[in-house]
């Protein structure tokens, strides 16, 4: 019972006058950024790093924890009332649960998406407590070399897997890594890409670097595309659920977190694989499939527990190994750093009561978000008509604010301009932001990494396969990397296949393969619509 | 010739396209209906969507009257569009809407009437909600 008796620690330091207070403030901020499509969890946080150094490192990571899951509740209600995902963790949540406030059932739809969210985070929260200290006995075992091996899987996998085109990912992962690489290499003490500039020799600030592709990138983007037809919320009274909609949603929302811890936890997860899968899964298995693609509650209900289950999970690996897996994950973990905490997996050993207080908060944030979204979705539903102008002036004035006080020189705001510069750049050519964010912070960690093990070796680099498991990362990363190619080799010997027979089984399964990605094919659509759906954690 | 009017889907707007619709009966001119919005927020009530056009539409075909419908997004206030609308169409009359605002909300957010009342070139027909006949 010692995980129960940390946690209970943790209650009782998150229950603290002042951190419940900046629980409640994380999880406002964090509903309002949700709710707003184009600004993200990862851009508050990243915003706020700066401003809360003067605080406690628990009240500050309590805040940002309510930031974090207030975000994925706050993307359903724009999803659903707008047909704009406020997140791109929301954008499954759109398809049906739009279509149910056209049909006159937003009070429903709400209510599910907040009451599913709250019981996928609560659950994720219990696997998080549970799993993260098991992980953590395993992780402590593992050396360099397999470190080394499971950061580049997952620097490889939210490449390769996540986003349209892997080209892109993986461009805009080798800027990441660039942009890591600015600096006094730490063995040698040989200047990289400081192109002689004295202010560059300390590296590019994280806080700066994540402030000016998320903030200023977005705000310029928003700039050259501010005008659009403006839409109309739709109207909604106070969200409840009739006896009919529990029943069809508990099912969902307990399948739905089955599928988003567990993704939210790998490497390559994310929020967006588990809500589309949980989507199609509750279109199989639903007692009414007629009712899909006109409103049915189960995919709403599914897809939310989903992205909150996973918002969950990814704070396993965050925690138990350092390794962020998200956009808002990655700016977590350089917050981390900046208090001059070392993550990894004995951050539970060193901080445990920190983690223990974090984790609590987590349940305490659910429970909050629950409190203020299920009765005030309409009234969040109002940020919506805040025009764009003012809140983006907003943003950049708190960007430039934070970029200049993280040390005080002026020629931070200058790299805060350029790096905005190619956070534009990026958004208009279709680049995704989170392998750069994930390059620029895991970058540096991995070489660590990698020159340690070299230096085990003496430089052999047979020292980096020394250990099993890293070999078997190994081999999962060349799966990873040749899965397009084999999968095309696939496809090329089934339609020799497929006339010899197997008609029954084809036929079960075609059919609903392609309504998944016909639909998917159409929220693709309404993200690229509503313009700003990516760019966020 | 034509009459201008400045809708906005709330119980004003009605009665001013209520009053435009009797007035253009009368002298037999087109109708130009302007809804227009800044586009500046992602969300805008004063900005009819599609349904909502599609139903004047219908009122003003039924009705038989020559009509435009306009929904311009330029980043311009309503007022602007109205006025633009009715030099350009060389309007002789703008119809709108009136709603009561206190002395501070105009003094903050200027009033839109107050504008094409006193800058329009043609005589302006104001109309409060639920005075239309």
Same mark, same amino acid.
Request: hydrophobic residues 40%; negative net charge.
């Given at each position: 019972m010692d995980v129960f008796s940390s946690l209970m620690d943790g209650f009782a330091t998150a229950l603290t006058p002042m951190n419940f207070l900046y629980a409640v403030i994380g999880v406002l901020l964090g509903t309002a950024v949700g709710v707003l499509p184009g600004l993200g969890p990862a851009m508050t946080v990243a915003l706020l790093l700066p401003v809360t150094y003067v605080l406690e490192p628990t009240s500050a990571f309590i805040m940002f924890a309510g930031i974090y899951y207030g975000g994925m509740y706050g993307g359903s209600t724009t999803s659903i009332?707008?047909?704009?995902?406020?997140?791109s963790s929301s954008v499954v949540t759109a398809i049906e649960g739009n279509k149910m406030a056209k049909a006159g059932r937003a009070a429903q739809a709400l209510a599910t998406a907040a009451i599913g969210s709250f019981v996928a985070g609560t659950i994720g929260t219990a696997l998080l407590a549970v799993f993260a200290p098991i992980v953590v006995k395993f992780a402590v075992s593992l050396g360099s070399p397999s470190y080394f091996a499971i950061m580049v899987l997952a620097l490889l996998a939210v490449t390769a897997v996540l986003g349209s085109s892997r080209l892109r990912g993986f461009a805009s992962l080798g800027l990441g890594l660039a942009i890591g690489l600015v600096g006094i290499d730490s063995v040698t003490g040989q200047r990289r890409?400081?192109?002689?500039?004295?202010?560059l020799a300390d590296g590019l600030d994280i806080v700066v670097v994540a402030v000016a592709i998320f903030a200023v990138g977005e705000a310029l983007w928003v700039a050259a595309h501010l005008r659009r037809n403006p839409l109309q919320v739709i109207p909604v009274g106070r969200p409840w659920m009739g006896k009919e909609d529990w029943k069809r949603s508990w099912k969902p929302w307990l399948r739905g977190t089955a599928f988003g811890f567990p993704f939210g936890a790998l490497?390559?997860?994310?929020a967006e694989i588990p809500t589309f899968l949980s989507y199609v899964t509750e279109k199989r298995l639903s007692k009414h499939p007629e009712e899909f693609g006109h409103g049915a509650i189960e995919g709403v209900a599914g897809p939310e527990a989903a992205n909150n289950a996973a918002a969950a999970g990814t704070m396993t690996p965050l925690l138990?190994?350092?390794?962020?897996?998200?956009a808002t994950a990655a700016v977590m973990l350089a917050a981390f750093t900046s208090y001059g905490i070392q993550p990894g997996p004995q951050l539970f050993a060193s901080q445990g009561p920190l983690v223990w207080a974090l984790i609590a908060s987590l349940f305490i944030g659910n429970f909050l978000l629950l409190i203020i979204n299920l009765p005030l979705a309409p009234l969040w539903a109002k940020l919506l008509q805040l025009p764009r102008p003012y809140l983006y002036a907003g943003i950049l004035f708190f960007a430039t604010l934070g970029a200049y006080s993280v040390n005080l020189q002026a020629f931070d705001l200058v790299l805060l301009l350029v790096l905005g510069a190619l956070g534009f750049m990026m958004r208009r050519f279709g680049l995704p932001v989170l392998p750069l964010i994930l390059g620029v912070i895991l970058g540096p960690r991995i070489e660590g990494q990698l020159r340690k093990t070299l230096q085990l070796s003496a430089g052999d680099p047979a020292g980096l396969w020394s250990e099993p498991i890293a070999v078997g990362v190994y081999v999962l990363i060349a799966l990873i990397l040749l899965w397009p190619f084999l999968f095309k080799l696939i496809r090329r010997n089934r339609p020799a296949a497929?006339?010899?027979?197997?008609l029954a089984k084809s036929g079960s399964s075609e059919p609903t393969d392609a309504g998944g990605s016909g639909s998917h094919g159409s929220h693709r659509a309404d993200a690229t619509s509503g313009g700003d759906g990516d760019g966020d954690g | 010739m034509t009459i201008v009017v400045g809708y906005v889907p709330t119980p004003e707007g009605e009665a001013a396209l209520t009053q435009a619709i009797s007035e253009a009966r009368k002298s037999n001119t087109t109708l130009l209906v302007i809804n227009s919005s800044?586009? &500046?927020?992602?969300? &805008?009530?004063?900005y009819a969507q599609e349904p909502e056009i599609q139903s004047i539409e219908d009122r003003l075909a039924t009705q038989g009257i020559d009509h435009v419908i306009k929904q311009p997004v330029r980043g311009h206030d309503a007022a602007a569009e109205v006025l633009d609308a009715a030099e350009e169409h060389n309007a002789d009359l703008i119809v709108i809407g009136l709603r009561r605002r206190t002395p501070v909300g105009k003094l903050i957010m200027g009033s839109t009437s107050q504008r094409i009342l006193l800058e329009a070139d043609c005589p302006v027909l104001a109309v409060k909600a639920g005075m239309a006949g």
């Open positions: 009332l707008l047909n704009t995902p406020g997140e890409l400081t192109f002689g500039q004295p202010l490497p390559a997860g994310g138990a190994l350092g390794l962020p897996t998200n497929m006339p010899a027979g197997i | 800044k586009g &500046d927020a992602l969300v &805008d009530n004063r």
